[in-house]
């Protein structure tokens, strides 16, 4: 499997701390069955963002790892004035891998009026947006059909695993089911911050998508295209057996 949102750089931001515990975090990852994950330290008014660091960190890592698992760069990036205007000159050093494809985390308290029109540049920049756990996002949780509308012009979404698994409450876990029956999800990814509470193991989400929309949907979202992302490819086409809504249970399933 591929995570491309997790925070597992010792000392940038609200994530891993120390280089034990990036390496503790890599090895829960490694464990259970992710082969490469992206480094998105925070970029927002609180934590500066310095491409430079976040090499030197990843090379620090990955030495203390070696060969267990992959780890690639990219950014948690937050709707700021002075961020954008920043991307717009510099978008590599913002996009995953320095490619095509940007993580996007909006505030709790507001969405920009604007944002269409910044989605709208960066298409037009050949940035693709991803949208950053959407279903925890307490206004985003209420405009489903503005994220739909977003994805039809060409912004993707991602949901994190503990999401579908309750760690976020009922509601972020309903609404990741709705928006994976709307079949608007475009990647699961851990979101980690900790060997805890907020772990990097994307394998029991994984197995939940595959029980209730199918392996083929589980695959696409945890290894196809989050392959394609850090290739900064298009996205592979879903395959046409894949279920648009969960499998209805039967009448003694009522526990699954």
Not at 151 to 176: C, D, E, Y
Not at 187 to 216: I, M, N
Request: with cysteine; charged share 25%; aromatic share 8%.
């Amino acid at each position: 499997m591929v995570d491309i949102h997790s925070h597992i750089l010792p000392g940038l931001d609200d994530g891993a701390q120390t280089l034990e515990e990036s390496v503790a975090m890599l090895r829960i990852a490694a464990e259970s069955g992710t082969t490469d994950i992206v480094a998105t330290p925070h970029a927002n008014v609180e934590y500066t963002f310095d491409p430079e660091i976040v090499s030197s960190r990843i090379r620090e890592v990955q030495e203390a790892v070696g060969s267990l698992i992959r780890i690639h760069a990219g950014c948690d990036f937050h709707m700021k004035f002075d961020l954008i205007e920043d991307l717009f000159q510099n978008p590599t050093r913002y996009t995953i891998n320095g490619k095509g494809y940007l993580m996007v985390e909006f505030s709790d308290l507001i969405i920009l009026p604007t944002t269409d029109v910044v989605f709208d540049r960066m298409n037009s920049a050949g940035i693709v947006p991803v949208v950053t756990h959407p279903e925890r996002n307490p206004l985003l949780q209420q405009r489903l059909d503005q994220l739909e509308r977003w994805t039809r012009n060409g912004v993707l979404l991602q949901i994190t695993a503990q999401s579908l698994l309750g760690r976020f409450g009922p509601t972020a876990k309903r609404v990741s089911d709705q928006l994976l029956d709307r079949n608007l999800v475009h990647f699961v990814a851990s979101d980690a911050h900790d060997t805890e509470d907020r772990t990097p193991r994307l394998d029991l989400a994984c197995q939940y998508v595959s029980k209730h929309w199918g392996e083929s949907r589980a695959d696409r979202l945890f290894r196809r295209n989050p392959a394609a992302v850090l290739k900064g490819e298009p996205l592979p086409a879903p395959d046409e057996v894949e279920m648009t809504t969960r499998r209805k249970r039967k009448w003694y399933q009522f526990w699954a």
